[in-house]
């Protein structure tokens, strides 16, 4: 099929679908419709593009040329319409990741070129309003399609230096980074809990018993972990302190969107 007629005929049933969606559904169901109708769309779009790709890659001229994305594989270069359709899909993922937690949420790209971030994945940088303490928000896109956010805080350490506690500081250098690394790794393989012990062994949970997976060093005694648990909790996680450790769950969607 030729790609300019797919094209403008897709974005006709779009407008219909689109409308149709916001006269006759409310949110939060409005919202994941206009989703998931961009996304079959967007796949399907994508899935002309290279079939008609395949069948003129021998008529590419000298002023066509292929662009790297992530993985380091050559692609064809995308239209610019396409790169704006595309970085409005992954703008409605950010969106309808942040909004059921913050009514209030806006947002705007730090990041210059983000257009290359959701066509080629990386990480970009985001300003946030609505979310009190925290200004801005990193997004990460893998080459897979999955998307992970953080929360960003910036403290300056000269102007905080009398109040920026041990712990906050050992979390900030060192143990936000081991952590959520860590963790992140535990959930993309199914786990679901973990336990910190109190010399800083991280054990996973499993059925058959606890595994021991990694240790972090210098970990805060059991007299700052309430500051500790807050700072975990921040970044989303749920923390109970038990009599053997600390226990972190988390739920497989809290990463991804």
């Known amino acids: 099929m030729n790609k300019t007629k797919f094209f403008g005929k897709s974005v006709s049933v779009m407008v219909v ?15 994941y419709l206009l989703i998931s109708t961009f996304t079959v769309w967007f796949i399907c779009l994508v899935g002309v593009w290279f079939r008609s790709s395949g069948k003129n890659g021998k008529g590419r001229t000298k002023n066509q040329r292929r662009v790297k994305n992530i993985t380091g594989e050559l692609v064809e270069p995308v239209y610019e319409d396409m790169r704006h359709l595309i970085l409005c899909h992954v703008n409605h993922r950010i969106t309808a990741y942040f909004s059921p937690k913050y009514p209030n949420f806006m947002w705007k790209w730090v990041t210059e070129n983000p257009e290359e971030i959701a066509i080629n994945g990386g990480v970009g940088r985001i ?17 897979q399609g999955h998307m992970k956010c953080a929360l960003l805080r910036i403290v300056s350490l000269e102007e905080n230096a009398s109040t920026f506690t041990e712990t906050e500081t050992w979390f900030a250098t060192y143990g936000k980074h081991k952590l959520l690394k860590l963790l992140g790794d535990l959930d993309s393989r199914g786990y679901g809990e973990a336990e910190i012990s109190e010399d800083g062994k991280v054990f996973a949970q499993l059925l058959s018993g606890n595994v021991k997976h990694e240790i972090l060093t210098n970990f805060p005694d059991r007299r700052h972990w309430p500051t500790l648990i807050k700072l975990i909790s921040d970044e989303g996680y749920d923390v109970t302190e038990t009599d053997n450790g600390l226990l972190l769950s988390w739920c497989s969607e809290r990463n991804t969107a």
């Open 127 to 143: 300003q946030i309003f609505g979310v009190e303490g925290y200004p801005y928000a990193e997004i990460t896109l893998d080459a």
């Open 17 to 31: 679908v689109i409308i149709a969606i916001t006269a006759f559904t409310k949110d939060p169901l409005r919202l």
